[in-house]
């Protein structure tokens, strides 16, 4: 698993208009306004953000799975649950996470292409090894809903 697969991996999938993090601190600051109390980052998110951390660096076939997992879940069932928390608990403000610039099916068929690029090069060994990522990433994520929901 050559650090220049790594490189190539790590600049194909910056900037590809699927990033949540300004969106998300746009909401948080938005939460807080409301009078609500922002908590520190917990266990199950630190734990994952430092894996995804090390993966990033070290192994780009795990990564991308987490890669698709995370975004594509968003992107999905994500905006679905967006849609009822709006309506269910905030008198239907559509939260700035949920929100894309562009069309989010362009967007998004533009990183599969570029996961299916990438993805062409790897062995069926380093295809293999994406594939058994995605239980860890579904556990990571599962923890990560379960906090939210206790």
Not at 91 to 99: A, H, I, R, V
Not at 112 to 123: G, I, P
Request: aromatic content about 10%.
């Amino acid at each position: 698993m050559g650090g220049q697969k790594l490189i190539f991996a790590n600049a194909e999938f910056r900037n590809t208009g699927l990033e949540r993090s300004e969106s998300l601190a746009k909401d948080l600051e938005w939460f807080k306004e409301q009078g609500h109390a922002i908590p520190d980052p917990s266990s199950p998110g630190v734990t994952y953000a430092n894996h995804l951390v090390d993966l990033s660096e070290k192994d780009p076939q795990a990564f991308i799975c987490h890669f698709y997992n995370i975004y594509f879940a968003h992107s999905a069932g994500g905006r679905m649950i967006g849609k009822k928390v709006a309506e269910k608990i905030l008198d239907k403000k559509e939260l700035e996470f949920y929100k894309w610039n562009g069309d989010l099916s362009q967007l998004l068929q533009g990183v599969r292409d570029k996961l299916n690029r990438v993805a062409e090069s790897w062995s069926r060994e380093e295809k293999n090894h994406c594939l058994e990522e995605t239980e860890k990433s579904f556990k990571f994520s599962g923890d990560i809903l379960r906090l939210i929901l206790s």
